[in-house]
């Protein structure tokens, strides 16, 4: 057992610890950097953010009254690179939410070997109790405030949970207000009309087709008999499953928030997709048939991709789980509790370290373009892409087959150690 190290007893004690994403990344650290020998100052130098901004924003409100809003921006690690990272706006936001996420962008940009570090940042607010104009002074005024803090060469934020393209180019317009030149690589995420890369809204779903394909060659697998179970249709989910309906894969159940579709032949993804925009939901698609969204998650398949939230695989049901190949579209879809369970089982995981990377690929591409004034066509993006997330499962199957570990246990002694060999490199300035 490779996580033992971190196998905690399932009561419902302690299921709070269980859901907690700081835990879980600080338990996948701990393993790696264990199982990598990492000196303990080494250790503490990647558990401890670079640098930590918290900044107040008054904001006028559309009715006159003056609120103050508290955002974060928190550098992880620049040693590779620029940080890199998406900005949340959410009533919940806090800075050890968004320490832990800058965490994760450090060990996700280093798997896949692109020159970030990692970065997050955050604002407080609601943003659906908020109106259009109150979110561009919210957004405006915050990226006064980390003004110094960001920028092509510093950090490059992007859009996370609540903000959007929209958000970006209020972003990209008030940094270059500031900096007196228009300064289109300070975030990606862009429309692209002011910077942004074509294939940049498919990107994180084929980046999970891509790495199944992998996968699927790795087990002796052929696509057109491979089933597929995909939760969240939604950017990630959705793209994945247009793409591999295209490719040829099975896409057997779709499993939404309000319930889940299944056909043994297959969906047909473009109608379901258009009934979804014709009804609001995805239930009482012609082409198959409604079945229980709670148990659709453990039906028998190749693969099964949960694209939708974070902790749905945890220690309670992962030994229901029967799957092959268990490709993470979402950030943290299984607990750290979870692993040792499906390690045990034998599922084939594609961490979301690896799995979703295919979204801050195709970011880097967008920073490179917009660095170089010159704009690539769909096919080059996708080609690059393909060849970066190829290249990144084969490190991390050689890494697993290496040191006999899990595949999640590699990516983060793959990416640990790089990042540490960076530092290493570099040398400690004092
Ligand atoms: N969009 C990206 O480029 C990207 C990149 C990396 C990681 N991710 C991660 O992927 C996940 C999904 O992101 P997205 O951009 O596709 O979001 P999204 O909001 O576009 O889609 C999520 C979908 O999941 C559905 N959903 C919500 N709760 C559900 C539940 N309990 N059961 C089934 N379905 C449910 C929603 O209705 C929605 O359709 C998140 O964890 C996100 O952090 C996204």
């Avoid at 419902?12 to 994403?21: G, I, M, Q, T």
């Avoid at 100052?41 to 009715?63: A, C, F, N, W, Y």
């Avoid at 880097?364 to 997330?389: A, T």
């Amino acid at each position: 057992m490779i996580l033992e190290a971190t196998m905690p007893s399932t009561t419902s004690s302690n299921l709070e610890d269980e859901f907690n994403p700081r835990l879980s990344a600080e338990a996948r650290f701990d393993s790696a950097a264990a199982k990598l020998q990492l000196d303990d100052g080494m250790q503490k130098v990647l558990r401890t953010p670079s640098r930590e901004l918290i900044v107040h924003i008054p904001v006028m409100l559309d009715d006159g009254r003056l609120e103050v809003f508290t955002g974060y921006r928190v550098q992880h690690s620049i040693a590779r690179g620029p940080a890199k990272g998406g900005i949340r706006y959410a009533p919940d936001v806090s800075l050890d939410e968004v320490r832990a996420l800058a965490a994760w962008m450090t060990w996700k940009c280093a798997v896949v070997n692109i020159p970030f570090g990692g970065g997050k940042g955050g604002v407080i607010c609601d943003p659906p109790l908020l109106s259009d104009s109150e979110l561009e002074r919210i957004t405006r005024r915050y990226t006064a405030e980390i003004f110094d803090f960001i920028g092509p060469e510093k950090d490059v934020p992007a859009p996370d949970m609540n903000t959007n393209e929209q958000t970006m180019a209020w972003i990209m317009d008030t940094y270059s207000m500031h900096a007196r030149q228009t300064q289109a690589a300070v975030v990606t995420g862009k429309p692209i009309a002011l910077g942004g890369s074509r294939g940049r809204s498919e990107a994180t779903g084929r980046g999970c087709m891509i790495v199944t394909d992998q996968a699927l060659r790795r087990l002796g697998l052929e696509r057109g008999s491979t089933r597929v179970v995909i939760q969240g249709f939604g950017n990630v989910g959705g793209m994945a499953a247009r793409l591999m309906a295209r490719a040829g894969y099975k896409i057997v159940c779709i499993i939404e928030w309000d319930g889940a579709v299944y056909n043994a032949k297959g969906l047909d993804i473009a109608a379901l997709m258009n009934h979804r925009k014709e009804t609001g939901s995805i239930t009482g698609f012609a082409g198959g048939e409604d079945i229980d969204k709670t148990e659709a998650m453990f039906q028998e398949t190749e693969v099964l991709i949960p694209a939708a939230k974070e902790n749905v695989i945890t220690s309670q049901n992962a030994h229901r789980l029967r799957t092959r190949i268990l490709c993470e579209g979402a950030n943290g879809p299984c607990t750290h509790f979870a692993d040792p369970i499906l390690s045990d089982k034998g599922v084939f995981i594609i961490p979301d370290i690896l799995a979703n990377a295919g979204g801050v690929t195709v970011s880097y591409f967008e920073w490179v373009q917009d660095r170089q004034g010159y704009f690539w066509s769909e096919q080059m993006v996708n080609d690059r892409l393909e060849e970066i997330m190829v290249n990144s499962f084969q490190d991390v199957v050689a890494y697993a087959d290496k040191h006999g570990v899990n595949n999640r246990l590699a990516a983060y002694m793959l990416s640990l150690d790089r990042v540490a060999q960076a530092i290493r490199l570099r040398g400690i300035y004092a």
